[in-house]
Every structure is written in C-alpha cells, then in structure tokens.
C-alpha cells in the first residue's frame, strides 16, 4: 500500500488536494490495516484521513528550499525505468 504515496513537496505545479488526500487516505489505510473498515469504524477512518489531509497540507505550506522544483513527467519516467529494471526478469 506505501508505495502508492508519492512525494509531494517541490513539484511544479505543486500537489493538488487530490493528491494530498490520496497520499492521507493510503497512509490511513496502512495503518489501520484495512482499505475498507466496517460500518462501526468508517467514522473514525474517514475522520482520520480528513485531519491527515489538514496536517499535510499544512506541512506541504510550510516546507521550503532552494532546490529548483522537479517536474512530475520526468520525475514519473525515471520512476518508471526503476520498476522497468526492477520487474525485469534476470
């Protein structure tokens, strides 16, 4: 499940809300261990991801650098020669 969070910070564009509620709502998941909790505990799940989400964000806000901002379609085709070479068979 973590692998599908992504990093976030010092993109250009920067990271959407979807994006950041995406990455709350798979860390949620991996926590509680389930990707669909019961009826009794969908409050507390989805309350969890919505404060995930605030914190995120916030965090997101807040972080700076001097790094130039990477692009996310050369970021994602280096990421996509890693799995290449990772899931090739030797």
Same mark, same amino acid.
């Given at each position: 499940?973590?692998?599908?969070?992504?990093?976030?910070?010092?993109?250009?564009?920067?990271?959407?809300?979807? =994006?950041?509620?995406?990455? &709350?709502?798979?860390?949620?998941?991996?926590?509680?261990? /389930? +990707?669909? $909790?019961?009826?009794?505990?969908?409050?507390?799940?989805?309350?969890?991801? =919505?404060?995930?989400?605030a &914190?995120?964000a916030r965090?997101?806000?807040?972080?700076? /650098? +001097?790094? $130039?901002?990477?692009?996310?379609?050369?970021?994602?085709?280096?990421?996509?020669?890693?799995?290449?070479?990772?899931?090739?068979?030797?």
């Amino acid at each position: 499940m973590c692998r599908n969070i992504h990093t976030l910070h010092n993109f250009e564009p920067p990271a959407t809300p979807d =994006e950041v509620h995406a990455a &709350a709502l798979q860390y949620v998941r991996k926590i509680s261990g /389930t +990707t669909k $909790p019961s009826q009794a505990n969908q409050a507390a799940f989805d309350l969890a991801v =919505e404060e995930i989400t605030a &914190a995120t964000a916030r965090l997101l806000n807040g972080l700076t /650098t +001097t790094a $130039p901002p990477k692009d996310r379609e050369v970021e994602a085709a280096k990421a996509k020669a890693r799995a290449q070479i990772r899931f090739t068979p030797r």
